[in-house]
């Protein structure tokens, strides 16, 4: 899955994704509204003509931007609309804006150099306001080490416990686990920097790093490394977060420097111009769609732990969310 470079989530590598959304079509979920109204009123059916034109739907590499993309899909296969889906590299996606491959892009962790090119400079593309789900960025422990040493999650006290968190591979240290080396993170410059007893050690991948937080968990061993929500992980495995000193703005603006904790990320959709002047009810509908942190993480830990197809998965949570869902449809 995961995190993106700059001020996204911050990752400059990332495993594609091997899940790919199907293509919204019949199955459970719910029935046609009478007179097969697509508006507000009627259950979500994911089903539809395909007459409406084409929606560009760009699937990010982590699997909750398909969750994102799979709900958005089937309200507007609904509404009638054919969509297509391609899942791309978030700055490799941007460039779609330009040759009108990519319509909509429904989560988006900040590159603010990509936002000057494209919104500001290009004009092609545009902001189309937050999504609902806020990117949490910082260092995790499981939950049952809360529960045994009540102050561990004070930075100010896990030199006192680094020789709990010793590896083999940690130089006689407390090991600190990041996950794949290529991805852009702060956390050896805040060993550095806050002077812990720690060496960052790298999982080399978010799999890898999911399964230790997963054994931690089942064993009660220590653990101590970077995570992030919205992540299905959390939907099955307890995490605490660690308070690490405030962010202010600024703080992290020098690499080597950064002593502070990673910012909040208020994650926003963008929108191709061209679509926002003759998208019509699907416009409608990507404007509206808001959902939240534990909406996506339903949807997520569904096709990636339930064996659901990304389909199945969107109609769950629709059939389970009407009075969310309707919110985001155009009048009838």
């Known amino acids: 899955m995961f995190r ?8 400059a590598g990332i495993t594609v994704v091997s899940l790919v ?3 919204c079509s ?10 097969g109204s697509t508006a507000a009123g009627g259950a979500a ?4 003509k395909g007459d409406k034109g084409t929606v560009n739907l760009m699937i990010n590499q982590w699997v909750g931007a398909q969750a994102n993309v799979a709900v958005v899909e089937c309200l507007l296969t609904q509404l009638g609309y054919s969509v297509k889906t391609n899942t791309l590299a978030e700055e490799v996606a941007w460039q779609g804006f330009d040759t009108g491959e990519v319509d909509v892009i429904l989560e988006n962790w900040g590159h603010a150099d990509l936002e000057k090119t494209y919104i500001t400079e290009k004009k092609v593309a545009q902001d189309a306001g937050p999504n609902g789900v806020t990117g949490i960025i910082g260092w995790y422990v499981p939950e049952w080490m809360v529960e045994k040493y009540p102050d561990i999650l004070d930075w100010n006290n896990l030199n006192k416990y680094a020789d709990m968190f010793k590896t083999s591979e940690s130089g006689g240290k407390g090991q600190f686990l990041a996950s794949d080396p290529t ?3 702060n956390d050896e410059a805040l060993v550095t920097n806050l002077k812990l007893d720690y060496k960052v050690v790298y999982s080399g991948s978010e799999a890898n790093t999911i399964t230790a937080y997963q054994q931690a968990t089942k064993n009660k061993t220590p653990l101590i490394g970077y995570f992030y929500d919205p992540q299905w992980l959390f939907n099955t495995v307890k995490l605490k977060k660690v308070n690490l000193p405030a962010y202010t703005t600024g703080c992290d603006a020098e690499p080597k420097a950064v ?24 416009w409608t509908v990507v404007k509206n ?6 909406d996506q993480n339903l949807v997520a830990d569904d096709i990636a732990n339930h064996n659901m197809s990304a389909t199945d998965a969107a109609k769950k949570w629709l059939a389970a969310h009407e009075s969310t869902w309707k919110a985001w449809m155009p009048a009838s």
């Open 26 to 35: 019949g199955g459970s979920g719910g029935s046609a509204a009478p007179g």
């Open 21 to 23: 959304l199907a293509a």
């Open 259 to 282: 002593n502070c904790d990673y910012p909040p990320y208020t994650l926003n959709k963008v929108v191709a111009t061209k679509f926002v002047e003759k998208g019509g009810d699907a």
């Open 4 to 11: 993106r470079k700059g001020l996204g989530r911050l990752f």
């Open 289 to 294: 769609f808001t959902w939240t942190n534990a």
């Open 183 to 185: 991805f852009v993170t």
């Open 45 to 48: 059916t994911c089903t539809g």
